[in-house]
């Protein structure tokens, strides 16, 4: 079965898809994108994901010709089409072809693209066992908030931690931490799930606000401030949001245990209230 492309209002096989050097977001990463998944066959939290991209567009300044229900048509279709028994969708909109100039091209439409393709979930004993992170120094722009194509901060700190033997890093800002690479993170201090606040310096996770809706409802106080390197660092427990990690427990960070060194049982419970709600 052909992983699905879509172009500017088409679908097509993937492969199929072309894109001219000259786009813009090629060229300067001018664009902005989703990512979203499926359970059951059904996309998850699919609005808040087209609200986010309507928001990252308006942003940048970039004028979506195409509104929230046909996104969500184009979405559905893809799934159908695709017919995996769960999908990654990924959403790209760029600021169109035009000869290279820093300046917003006039009357150029944007490039609407997609893949769907078979959503491989991690490893079920890897999120039980939990994994190993590291901090560095957060090197990303001043608008995180915006879910921009321009990865290559994340991209370098990803490759750092991998290399590094960790799944993820943590990046910190002026001693603050903010989130991870491709994951929000949330710790958890006297039964209190603390995460940094919403704002310039972190992506609006969509998995974020959803455990954190969670927390509530099942009673467990929530605290959106910031954390400082050092209180991350004497947690009793951390772990990781996002789409495709769901609730994800850190069980070292820079080689030094997190609390007893297993998932903590906050943890596991958001993890499992977590897997209550997409159960199909
Ligand atoms: N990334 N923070 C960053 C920097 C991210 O890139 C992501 C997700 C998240 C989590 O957001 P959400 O819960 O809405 O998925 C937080 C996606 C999955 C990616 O770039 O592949």
Same mark, same amino acid.
């Given at each position: ?11 097509? !096989? ?12 090629? @060229?300067?990463?001018?664009? =902005? ?11 998850? @939290? ?12 308006? #942003? ?11 996104? *969500? ?7 159908? %089409?695709? &017919? ?7 959403? @790209? ?16 439409? !944007? ?7 078979? $959503? /491989?979930?991690?490893? !079920? ?5 939990? =994994?190993?992170?590291?901090? $560095? ?31 993820? #890093?943590?990046?910190?800002? *002026? &001693? ?14 006297? &039964?209190?799930?603390?995460?940094? @606040? ?26 959106? %401030?910031?954390?400082?390197? /050092?209180?991350?660092?004497? #947690? ?15 069980? %070292? ?9 297993? !998932? ?6 958001? /993890? ?9």
């Amino acid at each position: 079965m052909p992983d699905i492309g879509f172009l500017n209002g088409e679908f097509m !096989p993937l492969s199929h898809v072309k894109i001219s050097i000259e786009d813009r977001g090629f @060229q300067f990463g001018d664009g =902005v994108y989703e990512v979203v998944r499926t359970y059951g066959g059904v996309p998850f @939290q699919l609005d808040a994901h087209l609200e986010r991209l309507e928001r990252s567009a308006h #942003a940048i300044g970039l004028d979506m010709p195409v509104n929230s229900t046909e996104w *969500d048509e184009w979405v559905r279709e893809g799934v159908k %089409r695709a &017919g995996y028994p769960e999908c990654k969708v990924y959403v @790209q909109v760029t600021r169109g072809v035009a000869s290279r100039d820093h300046l917003f091209p006039h009357n150029t439409p !944007p490039t609407i693209v997609m893949s769907v393709r078979e $959503m /491989r979930s991690l490893d !079920p004993a890897l999120c039980r066992a939990g =994994v190993v992170v590291i901090t $560095m120094e957060d090197l990303r722009w001043g608008r995180c908030d915006i879910k921009s194509i321009n990865l290559l901060p994340n991209v370098l700190a990803r490759q750092r931690a991998s290399e590094a033997g960790a799944f993820e #890093a943590i990046l910190v800002r *002026d &001693g603050t931490v903010t989130e991870g690479a491709v994951s929000n993170l949330m710790i958890v201090n006297g &039964g209190h799930v603390i995460t940094p @606040q919403e704002g310039m310096h972190i992506l609006s996770g969509v998995t974020r606000r959803f455990v954190l809706s969670l927390a509530r409802k099942g009673g467990i106080p929530v605290e959106e %401030r910031n954390i400082d390197l /050092r209180e991350l660092r004497q #947690a009793e427990e951390v772990f990781l949001t996002g789409t495709t990690i769901e609730v994800l427990p850190v069980v %070292r960070i820079d080689n030094v245990p997190v609390g007893s060194g297993q !998932p903590g049982l906050l943890t596991k419970r958001l /993890r499992a209230l977590f897997q209550e709600q997409i159960a199909p």
